[in-house]
């Protein structure tokens, strides 16, 4: 089992940014691909970022590239997402997820934190 916690959600202004974290606890850390997913009211769970183990290999929704950062920390099981120019689209819950694989779908991971309030005021 791996746990996940998410923090760093807030109230933002567009244009403005924020930086999530994602906690990891249980297994092995660095074996895992992680992901970001987000998903806004009465909307599906979108793909937003992922990374491999090693942090060698990135891929990201073309709606938040060369805005949005993903990295991680092996040695303090942690993963980020650095959000940058903000947009009112980007509002959601965002969440991190760990999987076997680097993967853009949501079947890919098997590890799912509880999600953290991104909410980005015009």
């Known amino acids: 089992q791996v746990q996940l916690v998410e923090s760093g959600g807030g109230l933002v202004q567009a244009g403005g940014s924020l930086r999530l974290s994602c906690a990891a606890s249980?297994?092995?850390?660095?074996?895992?691909?992680m992901g970001w997913f987000r998903q806004a009211p009465g909307k599906e769970r979108d793909f937003v970022a992922t990374i491999s183990w090693s942090g060698g290999r990135t891929e990201y929704a073309d709606s938040v590239k060369g805005r949005f950062t993903i990295s991680r920390d092996n040695a303090k099981n942690t993963v980020y997402l650095q959000m940058n120019s903000l947009k009112p689209d980007d509002t959601a819950v965002y969440y991190c997820?760990?999987?076997?694989?680097?993967?853009?779908?949501?079947?890919?991971?098997?590890?799912w934190g509880q999600g953290t309030q991104v909410t980005v005021s015009s």
């Open positions: 997820a760990a999987g076997p694989t680097i993967y853009t779908g949501v079947l890919g991971y098997d590890y």
């Open positions: 249980g297994r092995t850390f660095a074996a895992y691909a």
